[in-house]
């Protein structure tokens, strides 16, 4: 094993990819679209407006946390 590094078990493994995916699934009330949206899908949200900022060249005004 090299040095600073760490493996999870099986079990270690599942535990942390279901935490993530159970936090990535919490919702928020999005105050532009005015419904209720998972970070997840608020990920791919900012993704897409990206890509609209690169095709169209505006200037980008990223999603910012107001909780």
Known sequence: ???NQA???ETGRKLVVQTVRD??????Q???LG???AY???LYLEALQLTRT???GKPY????IWW
Request: net charge negative; with cysteine; aromatic share 4%.
């Open 30 to 32: 999005h105050r532009a």
């Open 61 to 64: 005004k990223p999603f910012r």
């Open 40 to 42: 997840d899908e608020l």
């Open 54 to 56: 690169c095709l169209e």
């Open 7 to 9: 493996m999870l078990s």
């Open 35 to 37: 419904r209720n949206v």
């Open 1 to 3: 094993m090299d040095v």
């Open 23 to 28: 936090e990535l699934a919490v919702t928020i």
